[in-house]
């Protein structure tokens, strides 16, 4: 049977709306309880009850037998037709033997009404309908117990009638409850725009750094592959230094060795000969006639052979491992690999840096090796330069950087005010304006009463933990647009990194109020 057909076999032939409760006469038809209770209401007048679609004739009321199956036929597709209605929660409060979903509630009844009741339902003024609500008793007022109509601006509360004309907010600005609730939507929807807007540059932030975070990944596997590349070859090229040199001490050991050799096999042999001479002259010495001894050959002038062994013995000692030549190839070697690194390292080497004495301020001398600049108490009558800082110790460096990586190291244990850091050329001379971290053309790093801060901009943030090295490392990569700072304890602890699009050559910048700083 075809859907259309199956949803016809559904309907009450009374109300022609789908069974409520649906029950059958002793003759099989199916009604509504309601329907067939209305029609059996106005056969009570007559005693004359029949079935309104057979014409079936009883002789006393119908008993009314409830169908079951058909109910939960009837429920079922209902549900399934209608699955908002269902998610309400809210029932008919007439349909009492089988629930049915209810699509509108009655504030004067106080009811809650299906598709079939509401049809009946009065429709007097006072009999006010709204959205199913199992909470009917909320949208009357407490006081008068009459229907919440209007809507009181200065208490901003829900009041009904009597309220507004006879009670507390007599006189009170008033909007209808309509009126007030698309003004309240109107607000709620602006909201809901500006959340919206909020959500969206939230996921732009999420993304960005997620971005962020997978090019830190990308770039430390990059690092570590190159770490790991060199430290291999590190340990080639060591391995490699190691065989030169112990071959080289090989090559040394056995050129020595050789003529030792050949050496100690002539003086067994001359010890084997010696020891031939010596018995016989035991022997000569032992005899009691003086013949044979006196008729025995010259035995040789052993002077001469003491004289030979003499310099055969000096020969070879002053023979000796070249320790010098092995420590030189030693040396070579590792200067070349360390050479090596250097090419390759993440780090370019930092170059000698100078600080300017035309930009030094009055009170600050500078070391003649231009490396270490001292506060001083008198005035070092230094002459007026454009480039010279008027309000602030401050000096810069002469060199500067524009592109590249470049770290160095500043020593801060002999001064307890001080800021590192690096500015543009450009940089006020006077002024407020002028200290470094105090426009945005500086960043630094500085000591406070015994805090540490970091600014820019006159931006600063306050260091969690108190820098416990008397050195302070930075490092710019200037493409990148990162400076960082670093405290060179052990281990090595970083501070904090500034990240900026640099646009001018930058210099760095130091300022003290006491003491020397030696970069």
Not at 406 to 419: A, I, L, R
Not at 459 to 469: A, R, T
Not at 490 to 498: D, E
Request: negative net charge; aromatic residues 6%; proline residues 3%.
């Amino acid at each position: 049977m075809a859907s259309a057909d199956l949803r016809k076999e559904l309907d009450c032939s009374i109300c022609l709306s789908i069974y409520t409760d649906p029950v059958n006469l002793r003759c099989g038809h199916n009604f509504c309880r309601l329907c067939i209770d209305q029609v059996l209401d106005t056969q009570e007048v007559t005693r004359v009850y029949s079935c309104p679609d057979c014409r079936e004739k009883f002789q006393e009321r119908p008993a009314l037998q409830r169908n079951i199956t058909l109910c939960n036929i009837v429920e079922k597709s209902f549900r399934s037709a209608q699955p908002d209605q269902e998610e309400t929660g809210v029932f008919c409060t007439y349909c009492i033997h089988c629930p049915v979903p209810a699509v509108m509630s009655c504030l004067h009844c106080e009811a809650s009404l299906c598709d079939n009741h509401l049809r009946v339902h009065n429709k007097s003024p006072e009999h006010v309908l709204c959205d199913p609500t199992t909470s009917l008793e909320n949208r009357k007022c407490s006081v008068h117990k009459k229907i919440l109509e209007y809507y009181c601006i200065v208490d901003s509360a829900c009041i009904c009638v009597s309220c507004r004309l006879d009670g507390d907010h007599q006189g009170h600005k008033v909007e209808t409850l309509g009126e007030a609730s698309e003004k309240k939507k109107q607000k709620l929807r602006n909201d809901l725009q500006k959340l919206i807007t909020k959500t969206e540059e939230t996921e732009k932030e999420v993304q960005r750094l997620q971005e962020i975070k997978r090019k830190v990944h990308k770039k430390s596997s990059g690092v570590t592959e190159r770490v790991t590349v060199l430290f291999r070859d590190l340990r080639r090229q060591l391995d490699d230094l190691e065989e030169i040199v112990l071959r080289e001490v090989s090559r040394q050991t056995e050129q020595l060795s050789l003529p030792l050799v050949d050496f100690i096999q002539e003086l067994e042999i001359k010890k084997a000969e010696l020891s031939r001479k010596m018995c016989h002259f035991e022997e000569l010495c032992n005899m009691t006639n003086p013949l044979p001894v006196l008729q025995e050959s010259h035995t040789g002038d052993l002077c001469d052979t003491e004289e030979g062994d003499k310099e055969d013995r000096e020969r070879h000692d002053g023979r000796d491992l070249d320790v010098a030549l092995i420590s030189h190839t030693l040396y070579t070697g590792l200067s070349d690999i360390i050479a090596g690194v250097t090419e390759g390292c993440i780090i370019q080497e930092a170059t000698d840096i100078l600080l300017d004495i035309n930009t030094a301020h009055n009170n600050l001398h500078i070391s003649d090796d231009m490396k270490i600049v001292s506060w001083l108490d008198i005035s070092q009558n230094y002459p007026e330069t454009p480039e010279r800082f008027q309000d602030y110790e401050q000096v810069m460096s002469r060199q500067s950087f524009s592109s590249g990586r470049h770290y160095w190291e500043v020593d801060v244990s002999k001064t307890e005010w001080w800021d590192v850091g690096m500015c543009y050329p450009s940089i006020d001379r006077k002024g407020k304006q002028s200290g470094i971290g105090c426009n945005n053309k500086s960043w630094c790093l500085y000591r406070f009463n015994n805090q540490y801060i970091v600014e820019n901009d006159s931006k600063k943030i306050q260091l969690p933990d108190n820098v416990s090295s008397n050195r302070v490392g930075i490092y710019l990569d200037y493409e990148a647009g990162r400076l960082s700072f670093y405290d060179l304890c052990v281990p090595i602890r970083h501070l904090h990194t500034f990240t900026a699009t640099f646009t001018d050559p930058l210099h760095i910048a130091l300022r003290l109020d006491a003491g020397s700083i030696n970069i």
